[in-house]
């Protein structure tokens, strides 16, 4: 099939053995219901991605499927009245890329309700560049400046899964906005790298997942983005100061809690839960507002790499063996 009607995706499709991809070229009377058709141009690779490509945690329940949880692009074709044919749009969350067809490929169908017109200062490129995980990092930094951070704070500011797409991009955004950051990660190769984003000192992903002496630890960090979960985030709760938070992000090294209660009845803590894919609306504007002002574009370049269609097959296994460093662009021109 080729011509006006047709577009390039990633399907993915249910197997004996679990789900394959392949590139195909399918109508636009595939395309699922929406009042907006968006010419899309960039997608980006995220760790959920990498569970949908590979058929875990059951996020997709109907195939075929687009997977991609987020785009960027032009509308071709718009029913609704707040957007318009050459419109730039981006589009994170909502279940996009899991519940529905998602980024990975040329067109998606979309509800305009989801849509974000793409912020001033940034290139769509560089909104994929950010992309899910880094808005995700941005929502962080705002929930743990809600709660009262500050640079002034005593003590520096844990990002643990540091030199994944979330940890990246967090990174960036509080070194440029004056935080002390220590920067947690389990690969050495990567500590150049941290340091080139502005991380402070470096601790290895080990040391911080050994479980704590006793249910509090020494008063170590003035706030956290954890990526992480598992033992780690059991471990750095007992080492907040007083009255600090912590963004709870995501599960990368499992999804259990095992704290105490204590840090929280005896050092006041917070344990702040970031969503970014029911996210109101306001809120992504503001997140997407602060992304263009907060985040430098030479951190955000060297924290990014890019790749066509037929290569995220493989990088969705590499992102879950945690293998990917900061964040990765898929160009659908490639
Ligand atoms: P990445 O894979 O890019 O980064 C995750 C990082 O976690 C890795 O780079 C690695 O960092 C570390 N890691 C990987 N495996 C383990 C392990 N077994 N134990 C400890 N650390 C590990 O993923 P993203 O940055 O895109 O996403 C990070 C997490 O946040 C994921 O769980 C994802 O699902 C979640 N997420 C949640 C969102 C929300 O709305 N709450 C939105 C976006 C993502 P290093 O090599 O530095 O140790």
Redesign the pocket.
Known sequence: MTGQDSFTTLLLEETEDGVSASIKELGESALPEGDVTVAVQYSS????D??VLNGLGKLVRTYPHVPG?DLAGTVMQSDSPNYKAGDEVILT?WRVGEAHWGGYATRARVKSDWLVPKPAGLSLKECMAIG??G???M??VMALEDHGLTPDADGEVLV??????????AVSILAHLGYEIT?????DE?HAY?KDLGATSIID?AEL?APPRGPLGKERWSGAID????S?LTSLLASLGYGASCA???????PKLDSTVIPFLLRSVNLL?????M?PTARRIDAWTRLARDLPRNKLLAATHTAGLADVPELGGR?????????TVIDLSL
Do not use: P
């Open positions: 690779l995220n760790y959920k990498g569970m949880v969350g899910t995980a808005f995700t990092a929502l962080a643990t899964g540091a030199a994944g797409g979330v940890g990246s991009v920067a947690s990660t389990g690969r990567t941290l992903r997942a990526n992480v979960a598992g780690t709870a992000v995501g599960l990368a090294g499992g839960g970031i969503d970014s894919v996210c992102i879950l063996r945690g293998q990917v460093r900061g964040r």
